[in-house]
């Protein structure tokens, strides 16, 4: 069992930036591939990034590519996804997953089997 708890969510204006942190307990950390997901209101669940558990591959979004970064410290058991340039479109409820097939790739596919409780974003125009 792996237990997820996000934070670092709040009220940013367009173009403002935040760091989301997801803190990780339960099974070994550094074995799974994490990633984040978001709900906008109204709107279907839908990827945003994820990253191996070595760090060494990471897979992104078209929406969000280029502006928004997916890291991890896997001594902290911590993910961090650095969200810059933000626009009122990334409005949503911010979800933390954990996966044990370690692919970036296949968390946009498949949904994870662990999930954090989320952490509310919203940008102002």
């Known amino acids: 069992q792996v237990q997820l708890v996000e934070s670092g969510g709040g009220l940013v204006q367009a173009g403002g930036s935040l760091r989301l942190s997801c803190a990780a307990s339960?099974?070994?950390?550094?074995?799974?591939?994490m990633g984040w997901f978001r709900r906008a209101p109204g709107k279907e669940r839908e990827f945003v990034a994820a990253?191996?558990?070595?760090?060494?591959?990471?897979y992104y979004a078209v929406s969000v590519k280029g502006r928004f970064t997916i890291s991890r410290d896997n001594a902290k058991n911590t993910v961090y996804l650095q969200m810059n340039s933000l626009k009122p479109e990334d409005t949503a409820l911010y979800y933390c997953?954990?996966?044990?097939?370690?692919?970036?790739?296949?968390?946009?596919?498949?949904?994870?089997?662990?999930w954090g409780q989320g952490t509310q974003v919203t940008v102002s125009s």
């Open positions: 339960g099974r070994t950390f550094s074995s799974y591939a």
């Open positions: 997953a954990a996966d044990s097939r370690d692919v970036p790739q296949a968390m946009a596919v498949t949904l994870p089997g662990y």
């Open positions: 990253i191996n558990w070595s760090a060494s591959s990471t």
